[in-house]
């Protein structure tokens, strides 16, 4: 898949697409992160410029939220948590959901078998960046997978797995439900299965369902952030040359930063 966007701050400004106005508390302000997969050059703008776009809306009380998938396909997985762990941005709450692709890492820590789709799916780059090379041999008599990891368990720093115990499924704030995949359709918001949470697309991108609150989610990356009258997904390919874009919401404002 391809994504041309280039590497360029934009802001983009929409009318809701259903006509329904979603509102947050008016105190708060909230940035929602779509996929950074181990782009820390993005994020590290980006949150620069949420920085200062705070600051200049005045508003007391803010929040960040990321949806997921902070590792893999980039270059510095580790870095990327490394920043969000011990250099948090200022002034902010932080929510940090779980994307299938830490799920992918966590599952790895503890059934070796899942390596081959991980490494697959961008998995080797988190390795490298944990100093560990995925395509070596292993010593006599060891199974690759097994080694592969070993070697990350004892590479991942303890703050890193507490980060990853702790990542939540979801977040709700005002009349917004915040997730990595999506929602099923035809399932309350407080029933949902959690797989469906970090791995789902259809039906759900193509529902037009009312969920009861507007769904943000990342996931599915395309060249813009989508709208539709019940969803908004973020991911807009950070990892394959697209830009990394954040949702800002305040009262019954939305609009987008990106770089």
Known sequence: MAFLGRQQSSLLQEEPEDGVVRRLPEDLRLYAIGDIH??????????????NDADASG???????????YVDRGAQSKQVIDRLIEQPLEGFEAVHLMG????????FLVDPEVGDVWLMNGGETTLQSYGIEPWDDPPEGQERLDWLSALFAEAL??????????????????DYFFVHAGVRPGVALDAQDPENLIWIREPFLRSAEEFGKLVVHGH????????????????????????????VLQGDEQHFLQV
Not at 38 to 51: C, K, V
Not at 100 to 107: I, Q
């Open 59 to 69: 508003v007391p009380r803010r929040r960040l939220v990321y949806l997921g998938d």
């Open 100 to 107: 299938n692709h830490e799920f992918f890492l966590h599952r």
């Open 38 to 51: 181990g782009r820390l050059d993005l994020l590290e703008r980006l949150h620069e410029r949420i920085a």
């Open 157 to 174: 720093p303890e703050a890193h797995r507490r980060w990853l115990d702790d990542l939540a499924l979801t977040h709700e704030a005002g």
């Open 220 to 247: 599915t990356p395309d060249v813009n952030p989508v709208r539709r009258g019940n969803r908004i997904c973020v991911d807009t390919g950070a990892c394959y040359g697209g830009r990394l874009t954040a949702l």
